[in-house]
T-cell receptor, first 113, second 113 residues
Framework: KQEVTQIPAALSVPEGENLVLNCSFT??????LQWFRQDPGKGLTSLLL?????REQTSGRLNASLDKSSGRSTLYIAASQPGDSATYLC????????????FGQGTTLQVKP | GAGVSQSPSNKVTEKGKDVELRCDPI?????LYWYRQSLGQGLEFLIY????????KSGLPSDRFSAERTGGSVSTLTIQRTQQEDSAVYLC???????????FGPGTRLTVL
């Protein structure tokens, strides 16, 4: 079964800390992987997309990596800020025939001032 | 340019009534997706459109759910004879093609009384 798992479900860190969010997937034949953030009561904001041929993508303080052999992706957030507090979701596309995203359950991040 | 828009933002209906949810994708995006987010189930894929065709309907939970897309643009998700378990946030997303970055709308919160 094609699944995406995110652990932990919740994380609390002090402002300024560097942190890593984890995402694991069950099938190495992944097509691409996308990271999102969701603020309470809002839709999803795309952060980064990593194609299966790539190993990482960077945007500002965010860096996402993809390791197909181990079935893992990580989202690294540098110098965290209270505004980074949100739920972070990773999602994978497993098939070339559909753009269906399979989502993890998310990690809710709280950055304390 | 404008992002993905959805209407209505909130919909309250009585059990047994039909509802229509609308999605306007980003201009020029050929791929369109519907997802559902509920407390117990997380984010679930419903249907994927490429142009006006729906090559992947695998996530539609029952035959009470249907969707169409016209002119390669606007899409409507219809739920007939609504049930309380249909209560959720319905999210629409679009991308340039099937395997590009997906951009989400703000969602429609459906409450079935």
């Amino acid at each position: 079964k094609q699944e995406v798992t995110q652990i932990p479900a919740a994380l609390s860190v002090p402002e300024g800390e560097n942190l890593v969010l984890n995402c694991s997937f069950t099938d190495s034949a992944i097509y691409n992987l996308q990271w999102f953030r969701q603020d309470p009561g809002k839709g999803l904001t795309s952060l980064l997309l990593i194609q299966s041929s790539q190993r990482e993508q960077t945007s500002g303080r965010l860096n996402a990596s993809l390791d197909k052999s181990s079935g893992r992706s990580t989202l690294y957030i540098a110098a965290s800020q209270p505004g980074d507090s949100a739920t972070y979701l990773c999602a994978a596309i497993y098939s070339s025939n559909t753009g269906k995203l399979i989502f993890g359950q998310g990690t809710t991040l709280q950055v304390k001032p | 340019g404008a992002g993905v828009s959805q209407s209505p933002s909130n919909k309250v209906t009585e059990k047994g009534k039909d509802v229509e949810l609308r999605c306007d994708p980003i201009s020029g995006h050929t791929a369109l997706y519907w997802y559902r987010q509920s407390l117990g189930q997380g984010l679930e894929f419903l249907i994927y459109f490429q142009g006006n065709s729906a090559p992947d309907k695998s996530g539609l939970p029952s035959d009470r759910f249907s969707a169409e897309r016209t002119g390669g643009s606007v899409s409507t998700l219809t739920i007939q004879r609504t049930q309380q378990e249909d209560s959720a946030v319905y999210l629409c997303a679009s991308s340039r093609t099937a395997h590009n970055e997906q951009f989400f709308g703000p969602g429609t919160r459906l409450t079935v009384l």
